[in-house]
C-alpha cells in the first residue's frame, strides 16, 4: 500500500473528506447553538434543583417537585428534540449531506477498485470488505 502512489493519494481524498465533514458537522453544531441552549438549561436545572435541596425538608414536597422536574425534562427534551429537527430539516443541511455522501461513495469506490486492481493487496480489501458491504453497497 505505501509503494503504490496511486492508491495513497486515493486513501488520502478519502480521509480528507471525513475530516471536511467532521470540521463541518462541528461548524454546524457550533452555528445552530445546539449544545448550547442544552447545557444552558441543564446547567439552570442543576442549579434549581441544589435550591431545593436544601430548601425541601419533607418527603412530600420531595415528590412534588420530582414530579414537576420530572415534566420540565421531558417538555425540555421535546423542546430541543424540536430545534434538531428543524435544523435537519432545512434543505441546506439535505444538500450538505447528499453532497458529501456522494464525494465520500466515490473516493471509496476509487480506492476499493484500485484496491481490487492491484494484486498485492488482496489480503486488505478482503479485510475491509469482509461481509461484502461494501462492494454490494457500492455495486463493485
Given amino acids: 500500500l505505501l509503494t503504490n502512489g496511486d ?16 470540521d463541518q458537522m462541528n461548524l454546524f453544531v457550533e452555528t445552530t ?3 448550547e441552549e442544552r447545557d444552558r438549561i441543564a446547567k439552570a436545572e ?3 434543583r441544589q435550591q431545593n435541596i436544601s430548601i425541601v425538608s419533607k418527603r412530600s414536597r420531595l415528590r412534588k417537585t420530582a414530579k ?5 425534562r421531558k417538555a425540555r427534551w421535546e423542546a430541543h428534540t424540536e430545534l434538531l429537527e428543524r435544523e435537519l430539516s432545512t434543505e441546506s443541511y439535505k444538500r450538505m449531506i447528499s453532497r458529501f455522501s ?9 480506492f476499493m477498485t484500485q484496491l481490487r486492481d492491484s494484486g498485492e493487496c488482496t489480503n486488505l480489501l478482503s479485510r475491509l470488505d469482509f461481509n461484502g458491504f461494501v462492494s454490494s453497497s457500492l455495486k463493485l
Fill in 7 to 22: 492508491l495513497i493519494r486515493t486513501l488520502t481524498k478519502l480521509m480528507t473528506t471525513c475530516l471536511l465533514f467532521s
Fill in 46 to 48: 442543576r442549579q434549581k
Fill in 68 to 72: 414537576a422536574e420530572a415534566a420540565a
Fill in 102 to 110: 456522494q464525494v465520500f461513495n466515490n473516493n471509496l469506490t476509487d
Fill in 33 to 35: 447553538q445546539i449544545n
